[in-house]
């Protein structure tokens, strides 16, 4: 294969993780108000009401200490349609996203109604909480918003948390109290305090390498290494890449051979999160003859013996399973050459 | 050029797992710390610097953002940096520049890391496609080097665990520290568990939730201050790659450089006689001696001789992180910071149980990345020349 | 006392659907050659260097580390970075030379927008306790500011693709713009909805792209550039970000800059970064640009929106406007988060 007119690769890159949140007291209150089907709102040293709640007033930066409960019905004062749901997103068949002011308090709450059609969506629209049947105190315990046909109310004034709301709680036509869990009506918190969250977060992205690299890897694939030789510092790179040093790219290729001294090394024998390999293993920096730079590699077949100097050579894979990746080397073993003089490789530590 | 100094500064119980706040919660224990120990109230803040490491740690894209609001930047300007370890430092390296500039009177400047929210290991270990399967962790891109260091210099094998020891026992006099061993011994250290050899259990850094402000003033905000403030005498901060051929990766050379501009824009000439007490940033034991002769605190070769005769524990010529440091408390995007307000705590007499007795002038240092980010600053308390 | 700075070179990479490495190292090398030789400088005598990425376009911790190899940054350099549009990064650049830290600075911004989903990924932005856990997508957020701003009478969708025609026909002459082209605003309101209100037209390209520029100071400038682009002032503020904590139809960050900055209302040309038609319309009424004002003769984010680079491109674009005489006194906008939650105004002209 002609590696110089190679294109350059991509690949998948995904990563994924279960991200633990701790709430602190505002946004823990809020959670476990959420779980136990009761919106709550804070309010501000201006009397405004703040759903979802603010940790901190952002007149008096003072910490926020008192929250007040909220029904769970609406006026949509922002909408936008959505036809084709994203991964993570509240509903996978097409919904609305909304600005949704709970009645009695003065601020706008993200989430999405469930209209059926782009149609039934406006500004001003009355909706309710349809609450999710498995609850955690997590903003996820709203399912969703749906169209409320119930009567239209007064908004926006700052009427929240006054004791008059509280009695306007829904108590009663929520589709989902299956469960037999305490009504959203019940003032009371039924359960521990929620004090953390989990939320996954996972994303795809696409890697792409560049056109040296390519090279590189399609050069790995016939079970070749390939270097760079700066054009300005003369000195060889591998994998090849522009030079760190000079900022110039790639000019002149330079094969690399699979031989090496290992100039440092670190025994690793710890399990850590994200690791590939079971511990102990050698992972060693390997100067390739050739090569001005070293690479880090696995050094196998030495258990113990691994050191400063020594001489090691790469352990390919079978060729039936070579492909364009550094994985071609399974790793590094001693050679049973003498070992190099500290001088020959003190400048690369 | 103007002055600029550190007025007060805070900062969080640093743990394990803060799980008794949010980020916001935890930005604001050092925020509000912060500006009670400088005797300033929000109104006189004119912009908030927020520096923290990758946002893969929290899980939030650009958290300041959302946090706008919480840190009292609302209305105000609002910078978000992020240089990998060094970000502390580099941080209130911004802020000071935006002082000396004159565009501020009074800017304060935040560090957080939240890494309880997910696990820094995973985050750092995300290999990207088209690489090697051969990651060897934090500590294992590091212990290579402490090999290195230990081969050039012909340090003996316990200095490493005399770092931890002395380390470990100043944490122990620090309310705030997250690992607090005042019962931690030479034998202990070096019976723990060896992780990435040559570097023990002992002699690693822990994963902590922390955060850290400091408010920076001007010399007209400097000289209102009814309490002591730290003049900041001068700043620095050099970046070289993470490779290259003939990289030194025991003394970089963006280290030992950024250290000369550092003491040669503070008049200082012989770091070891003039600086009382220095806060460099010591994930892994080893790098005491290593940046002691990168900073230019002994010759290449000798730096562990200062860690062995005892020199750099409280009352030897040069104490060296008296607070413990990052070996006892590691948020790491706010590690720096805690490295650059600790030497001005030290200089302003506020540093309490492990207060250096008569410091005047202290070093604050952080370092990121394959040790190719460094960012460091001298304070003192008086605005010298 | 302080010195003055101007902006003497800045180059940028074409805007594409999809170019070029995560890493962003081979698109930045001859990024920065052509911005130092529009400048007249060798790399070796760029005092600092600030850039501005996020990590979260690469899907990787520490992305920005490797962009360092382009600079090739041995010797060692005086050098930052800002997890923010590179328009940040310029500003702390700015003020380093403001403070007498440096003499000379080159700022750039660079991100593959394509290696993600973009709009899913910008979900992250969004609070991480009671938003970002139901990924709204920043193409949705924008929309809902839309609708809020056509039902305060504020703009319409027939304004909005006015917007949309004059930016691709601007942008027709732009080699770096990913889109162009003539459109009728009444074809243009004939097409659906992307997300309600917004179309196709109302949205900025997924774009992939990178932007670099040079600054210097006083004398330094004057020798390196024949008509430097002065800096009267910089200035920049963030809102809080709470969608229906705000009202979305101002931009009170975006008004306090300007006014930091005393922009005046009669400007040659202000390039506004702007991602969705509406946000042109907002920061208009918000910036106070009177209708003499040229908005975006480049065709502006609307043609081609590098993440990260797109705010510094924004400069950019006004610094070349007076730099080559066509404007006396330019503007150059960027913003930053959901909805123009994060804005910074640069104003800048010739001087003789």
Request: charged share 20%; hydrophobic share 40%.
């Amino acid at each position: 294969m002609d590696t110089a007119s190679a294109p350059p690769l991509a690949a998948p890159l995904d990563i994924a993780f279960d991200y633990t949140r701790s709430l602190g007291p505002v946004l823990g209150r809020f959670m476990t108000g959420l779980r136990d089907r009761r919106v709550l709102g804070a309010r501000t040293a201006d009397g405004r009401v703040h759903v979802p709640p603010l940790e901190y007033d952002p007149a008096t930066h003072a910490p926020v200490t008192e929250l007040v409960p909220v029904p769970p019905t609406g006026t949509v004062t922002s909408w936008t349609w959505t036809d084709q749901p994203l991964d993570g997103q509240p509903l996978d068949r097409p919904f609305g996203w909304a600005l949704i002011r709970l009645d009695g308090a003065d601020t706008a709450l993200l989430h999405a109604v469930d209209a059926g059609t782009r149609e039934s969506m406006r500004t001003g629209m009355r909706v309710r909480i349809r609450w999710a049947a498995e609850r955690s105190g997590h903003i996820r315990d709203i399912a969703c918003f749906e169209p409320d046909p119930g009567p239209p109310r007064a908004s926006g004034s700052a009427t929240g948390g006054d004791p008059a709301t509280a009695s306007d709680l829904d108590t009663s036509g929520d589709p989902d109290t299956s469960n037999g869990a305490g009504t959203s009506g019940d003032l009371s918190t039924s359960g521990e305090l929620v004090t953390g969250i989990t939320t996954p977060i996972r994303l795809s992205y696409t890697h792409t390498t560049s056109a040296e690299e390519s090279r590189y890897l399609h050069a790995l694939s016939e079970g070749r290494l390939l270097g760079q030789r700066c054009p300005a510092c003369r000195k060889v790179y591998v994998p090849p890449r522009v030079c760190p040093a000079d900022g110039v790219p790639t000019e002149e290729e330079v094969p690399v051979h699979d031989h090496g001294t290992v100039t440092t090394f670190c025994v690793v024998n710890v399990p850590f999160a994200g690791q590939r390999l079971d511990p102990p293993y050698v992972v060693a920096q390997v100067l390739l003859d050739g090569a001005d730079i070293p690479i880090p590699h696995l050094i196998l077949g030495a258990a113990g013996e691994v050191r400063m100097g020594m001489r090691v050579a790469a352990v390919w894979r079978d060729p039936a399973t070579w492909s364009t990746t550094p994985e071609n080397i399974a790793h590094f073993r001693p050679t049973g050459e003498p070992d190099a003089p500290y001088e020959s490789y003190q400048e690369h530590l | 050029m103007r002055r600029a100094a550190v007025l007060g500064t805070g900062q969080t119980q640093h743990q394990t797992r803060r799980t008794d706040v949010s980020m916001a919660g935890l930005c604001r224990e050092a925020i509000d710390r912060a500006l009670a120990d400088a005797g300033v109230d929000w109104p006189q803040i004119d912009a908030v610097v927020l520096g923290k490491a990758p946002d893969l740690f929290e899980g939030v894209m650009m958290p300041e953002l959302f946090l706008a609001d919480a840190l009292g930047a609302a209305g105000r300007p609002l910078l978000r940096v992020h240089t990998a370890g060094s970000v502390g430092g580099a941080t209130g390296v911004v802020a000071t520049s935006l002082v000396r500039a004159g565009v501020h009177q009074r800017v304060l400047a935040v560090a957080f890391e939240k890494q309880s929210e997910s696990n820094a290991m995973w985050a750092l270990s995300i290999q990207p496609p088209f690489t090697a399967p051969i990651g060897a962790g934090a500590g294992g891109y590091f212990a290579p080097h402490v090999r290195a260091y230990i081969r050039r210099s012909n340090a003996p094998e316990h200095v490493g665990a005399m770092v931890a020891v002395k380390d470990r026992r100043n944490g122990a006099l620090n309310p705030n520290a997250h690992l607090r061993q005042p019962e931690i011994t030479l034998e202990s250290v070096q019976a723990s568990p060896m992780l990435w050899d040559p570097i023990r259990y002992d002699e690693t850094c822990p994963s902590s939730d922390g955060a850290c402000a400091m408010v920076i003033g001007d010399q007209a905000a400097a000289e209102a201050s009814e309490r002591p403030v730290a003049w900041i005498r001068a700043t620095a901060m050099r970046t070289e790659p993470t490779y290259f051929a003939g990289k030194d990766h025991v003394n970089p050379r963006a280290g030992a450089e950024a250290a000369q501009a550092l003491w040669q824009a503070a008049g200082i000439t012989d770091p070891l006689a003039e600086v009382d007490v220095a806060e460099i940033y010591v994930p892994f034991s080893w790098f005491e001696p290593m940046w002691l002769e990168n900073l230019g605190f002994a010759e290449a070769g000798h730096g562990w001789k200062l860690t062995e005769s005892g020199e750099t524990q409280i009352g030897g010529r040069l104490p060296v992180n008296p607070s413990g440091g990052v070996l006892c408390s590691n948020p790491i995007g706010a590690s720096g910071m805690l490295r650059f307000a600790e030497a001005a705590r030290q200089v302003m007499g506020r540093a309490g149980e492990h207060q250096v007795a008569g410091a005047k002038t202290a070093l604050g240092h952080a370092y990121g990345g394959g040790s190719q980010f460094f960012s460091m600053w001298v304070v003192s308390d008086t605005a010298g020349r | 006392m302080n010195p003055a700075v101007a902006i003497i070179g800045f180059a940028q990479a074409p805007c594409r659907p999809s170019a070029g490495t995560t890493s962003g190292v081979e698109t930045l090398v001859p990024l920065f050659h052509q911005a130092l030789s529009a400048a007249r400088l060798d790399r070796r005598e760029v005092d600092f260097w600030c850039s501005g990425s996020s990590d979260y376009l690469a899907g990787r911790a520490f992305s920005f580390v490797s962009a360092i190899d382009a600079i090739g940054a041995y010797p060692p350099i005086c050098e930052s970075h800002v997890e923010m549009d590179a328009a940040w990064a310029f500003y702390e650049a700015y003020v380093k030379i403001l403070a007498g830290e440096a003499e000379t600075a080159l700022v750039y911004g660079f991100g593959k927008s394509s290696a993600g989903l973009l709009r899913r990924v910008l979900a992250l932005q969004l609070d991480p306790y009671v938003a970002a856990p139901l990924w709204p997508d920043s193409v949705s957020v924008a929309a809902l500011q839309a609708r809020l701003a056509i039902d305060a009478g504020l703009v319409t969708e027939e304004a909005m693709a006015e917007v949309a025609a004059r930016s691709q026909a601007d942008a027709s002459t732009n080699p770096y713009a990913q889109v162009s082209g003539q459109l009728t605003v009444d074809d243009l309101v004939a097409t659906p909805y992307v997300a309600d209100p917004l179309r196709a037209h109302d949205c900025a390209p997924v774009s992939d792209g990178a932007a670099a520029l040079v600054l210097a100071a006083g004398e330094r400038a004057r020798r390196h550039r024949e008509q430097p682009a002065w800096i009267s002032g910089v200035a920049h503020r963030v809102d809080p970000q709470g969608l229906g904590e705000r009202d979305l139809t101002t931009v009170p960050s975006a008004t306090a800059a300007a006014e930091a900055v005393s922009l005046p209302a009669d400007l040659d040309v202000a390039e506004l970064h702007a991602p969705f038609t509406h946000q042109e319309l907002l920061l208009r009424t918000a910036l106070g640009l009177g209708d003499r004002v040229r908005i975006n003769p480049s065709g502006g984010a609307l043609c081609g929106n590098p993440m990260f680079s797109a705010g510094l491109a924004r400069i950019g674009a006004a610094a070349e406007q007076v730099m080559s005489g066509q404007a006396r006194r330019a503007a150059g906008h960027a913003t930053s988060g959901p909805a123009l939650q994060q804005n910074l105004i640069c104003l800048l002209e010739a001087r003789s």
